[in-house]
């Protein structure tokens, strides 16, 4: 199933009740924890990444720190907080 599908599934069936919803929140939640672990441990200090910066455009840089959920990567410009979850290695 797609994003678009479980979406339109949940906004037009009248059996989805409070407690489903609260299942699928608790299950979105665990697999962008695991998301975040894969990719923490795919990583080492100078390890090159990319992810799509406040202004909408793609950021390349340098890992400089890992903590548990975030990673500070330095890019030509600044240095950033990286959720863990919406970096990719490159």
């Excluded at 489903?20 to 923490?40: N, P, S």
């Excluded at 890992?63 to 959920?69: A, D, H, L, N, P």
């Amino acid at each position: 199933m797609t994003a678009s599908e479980i979406s339109q599934q949940i906004t037009h069936s009248p059996q989805v009740g409070a407690e489903d919803l609260e299942q699928i929140i608790e299950a979105v939640k665990w697999r962008r924890a695991h998301l975040a672990k894969t990719v923490i441990r795919q990583l080492t200090l100078g390890s090159s990444v990319e992810f799509k910066g406040r202004s909408g455009l793609q950021e390349r840089g340098v890992v400089r720190s890992i903590g548990r959920k975030n990673v500070v990567v330095a890019t030509a410009t600044a240095t950033w907080s990286v959720p863990a979850n919406r970096l990719e290695v490159v």
